[in-house]
């Protein structure tokens, strides 16, 4: 089972900060929308996305209010009858 995360970011900075951190960090499938990064993981590795995240906006002194983190429900596949 599978959970998607977002991360929505506020400012151009918090963009250019986690973004590519999140891609070099190889956590998944990540997709972008404007300022908003989805990523697809397994849910035993939502510790270390939090890390990445949190580590790249403390790097490029961006604040927590420059973005927010929200889980999405996890999703499974179903079996057909």
Do not use: Q, W
């Not at 089972?1 to 998944?28: C, E, F, Q, W």
């Amino acid at each position: 089972m599978k959970t998607t995360i977002l991360i929505k970011t506020h400012s151009s900075s918090a963009y250019r900060a986690i973004r590519p951190a999140l891609v070099a960090a190889h956590i998944g499938n990540i997709c972008v929308s404007g300022l908003t990064i989805s990523a697809t993981i397994n849910p035993k590795d939502f510790d270390s996305l939090l890390d990445v995240v949190d580590d790249a906006a403390d790097s490029a002194n961006v604040s927590r209010e420059e973005y927010e983190i929200k889980t999405m429900h996890s999703v499974s596949k179903s079996s057909k009858p």
